[in-house]
């Protein structure tokens, strides 16, 4: 009976481990269309793009697709990074439990004594006896006991179940103390990257509506000149203009076209960027929903924002929990000397299989104390101490750098904000210069050329204002990485 229980105990184990590997290492059954974007799209973004028509996305859409556990590659791998951390500190605090282990085993033993030097051994024979001339008689009598030259074959069958249970083992404590922070990091992690991967979708983003933005100005410069053009051809049939000036209209519609498809082939990188950094197929047609608009942010003090920095960046967060968990390593190590208690314990039973088969058990304890190791222990505490001074460092490095951030994002925004006034200012007076060259040509008072300068300025102005906006929105999500809420800028 209690071999039966070992050995379907044993086969249960095994079962639910090949159940566990599987379960961990089998393929996805959704069909392959749940992929067509891409390898981390997700569902609903798979569906979308299944369906007719481009994928329409805002910032925000954006931003939740490529931050979801089958979004970017960068968050996928991070997800991999806190499973296997968290695997990791299981595997510590395995030690906390009982090992327990159950065998059988079939022993066929078969032994030579001849290699023992037994063979053709006698008893009670002697050189002397042999001499006798009475021994063919006698000899038989006297040494008729004979060694074979070997023994067996003897069986034995074992059937027994041991453990094995640690009972004080501080190091042990300090140990999993040092991998449950080592994966409270690693969870801090998965949000820097969460927070990196908001910031280069926006980047991404902004930069793909800068270029739509760039697209619909370039049209606009497009129209205005080929209205030029018209309007000058019909001031020369009316004998009002020259031909100069209808040249130089079509030179700049000319120049305007060659500008449009710059500015088309720009609006297809973008947007195949964009879908670079969302995890999707370059091939998949989008649609922008958002436009380049001025978003004004609260005024925070340098102070402020470096104080909500300090307390919300996740990457300072993760620092931290890595110079605790390098703190309790070396802790770890030093409390190594101490004694540990061990308790083992086997039961089962034995013996030839032919007859009953008899129980036998273990009970003891063990009492461990280390006394010399040559010099292992106290290089690895040297090591670890170092590591931790290491650790201390970049905490250390991290917090200035983040002070940095926040100054260089706040000083960035208030630039921004002034060159948005300064363009919006500069686009409305190039628009109004460009009406009053048109009233004085269409008056006679003034040539073409004074209308295409205009011409001139409003473009520079129409680029100016969307470049200004564009820097405004990434100081923005900069001054949001910085204060590690990158997330909380999306309008």
Not at 39 to 52: F, L, Q, T, V
Not at 452 to 470: C, G, M, P
Request: a negative charge; proline letters at 4%; glycine letters at 6%.
């Amino acid at each position: 009976m209690i071999l039966s229980l070992i050995v379907y105990a044993s086969l249960t184990a095994l079962c639910v481990q090949a159940a566990e590997t599987d379960a961990d290492t089998a393929v996805d059954p959704r069909p392959s269309a749940y992929l067509y974007a891409s390898a981390g799209a997700s569902a609903a973004a798979a569906d979308e793009i299944s369906a007719r028509g481009p994928l329409k996305l805002t910032l925000r859409r954006a931003v939740q697709m490529a931050t979801s556990p089958e979004g970017s590659v960068r968050v996928q791998i991070q997800n991999e990074n806190v499973k296997q951390a968290r695997m990791r500190a299981l595997e510590v605090e395995a030690g906390f439990f009982p090992d327990i282990e159950s065998y059988v085993s079939i022993q066929s033993t078969v032994r030579s004594l001849a290699a023992q030097g037994l063979t053709d051994v006698r008893l009670g024979v002697t050189p002397a006896l042999e001499s006798n001339p009475l021994y063919p008689l006698f000899g038989p009598l006297i040494g008729g006991i004979q060694i074979p030259s070997r023994s067996g074959p003897f069986h034995v069958l074992d059937a027994r179940g041991t453990a094995t249970q640690n009972l004080f083992d501080y190091s042990l404590i300090k140990r999993f103390k040092s991998a449950r922070a080592t994966t409270r990091g690693t969870k801090q992690d998965l949000n820097t990257v969460d927070d990196q991967v908001t910031s280069q979708v926006a980047r991404a983003y902004l930069s793909a509506l800068r270029a739509d933005a760039d697209e619909e100005a370039v049209e606009a410069d497009l129209n205005l000149s080929q209205a030029e053009l018209t309007q000058s051809q019909h001031q020369k049939e009316a004998g009002s203009g020259t031909g100069i000036d209808v040249t130089r209209s079509e030179v700049q519609v000319a120049n305007d076209k060659q500008r449009l498809l710059v500015a088309k082939n720009q609006q297809s990188i973008s947007h195949i960027q964009l879908l670079r950094t969302m995890s999707l197929h370059p091939t998949t047609p989008i649609e922008l929903v958002d436009r380049l608009e001025y978003h004004p942010v609260d005024t925070l003090t340098p102070e402020d924002a470096v104080a909500q920095a300090l307390a919300n960046r996740p990457d300072l967060k993760a620092q931290l929990e890595r110079e605790d968990a390098s703190k309790l390593t070396a802790q770890a190590v030093k409390y190594e000397r101490l004694p540990t208690v061990v308790a083992q314990f086997d039961y089962g039973t034995v013996g030839p299989p032919d007859i009953l088969l008899l129980p036998t058990r273990d009970y003891y304890g063990q009492v461990r104390i280390p006394i010399f190791d040559g010099g292992r222990r106290d290089a690895r505490r040297t090591e670890a101490y170092s590591q931790l001074k290491q650790e201390q460092l970049r905490t250390t490095d991290l917090r200035d750098q983040i002070e940095q951030d926040v100054w260089t994002a706040i000083d960035s925004l208030k630039s921004a904000d002034e060159q948005v006034k300064v363009a919006e200012e500069g686009f409305h007076l190039a628009e109004r210069q460009l009406e009053q060259a048109r009233r004085r040509f269409n008056a006679g008072v003034a040539g073409s050329l004074e209308v295409s300068d205009a011409s001139d300025k409003l473009v520079r102005a129409r680029d100016n204002r969307i470049q200004a906006i564009y820097n405004h929105n990434v100081a923005r999500f900069d001054l949001g990485q910085a204060l590690g809420k990158t997330a909380s800028m999306i309008p």
